[in-house]
């Protein structure tokens, strides 16, 4: 498998975290978020980006970090995975940092079972987790969430 070697590193509370550039499709100051009915915490609700609806995810209660509300500093990523485009919320973007094989640490190596990470960069005496995007969906209330922004958007789900 061919692992990527750019990740983008971006900032949750006082804590930093990774993911591959090449789900990235750009980054975004935060805009004004649409709530919707009956949705997790995970999704406080809904963006219009260029005319089409997006799902904006925070991900901050699955990683134990205290939720704020949207402020204008903040910036949304924009995710483009093989089964959804979507916008991550975080507090602020720190680099693009370029690695080596031996600056990856897997995460079974780290702890078998280990789903929401793929895995650990060392940085300088720092430990930055990598998150796999697509595994904070495989919750069944984040399905549930994709079906009623689908509904509310007029969608339909592939």
């Known amino acids: 498998m061919n692992k990527p070697d750019r990740y983008l590193t971006f900032r949750l509370d006082e804590r930093i975290f990774a993911i591959p550039v090449t789900v990235i499709e ?3 100051h935060a805009v004004e978020i649409t709530s919707l009915p009956d949705t997790s915490d995970l999704i406080p609700g809904v963006i219009n980006m260029e005319g089409e609806t ?3 995810i925070d991900i901050r209660s699955s990683l134990n970090i205290p939720k704020h509300a949207v402020r204008s500093s903040d910036r ?3 995710i483009n995975t093989e089964r959804r485009r979507f916008a991550l919320i975080t507090d602020s973007i720190e680099d693009i940092l370029k690695t080596e094989d031996e600056d990856i640490v897997q995460s079974e190596m780290i702890w078998d079972g280990l789903k ?4 650990t960069i060392r940085l300088d005496g720092n430990i930055i987790p990598i998150l796999s995007i697509e595994q904070f969906f495989s919750q069944q209330c984040a399905e549930k969430d994709c079906e009623i922004v689908h509904q509310f958007s007029g ?4």
């Open 26 to 28: 750009r980054i975004i």
């Open 54 to 56: 997006l799902c904006v």
């Open 76 to 78: 949304f990523i924009i």
């Open 116 to 119: 929401r990470i793929t895995g």
């Open 155 to 158: 969608e339909s789900e592939a």
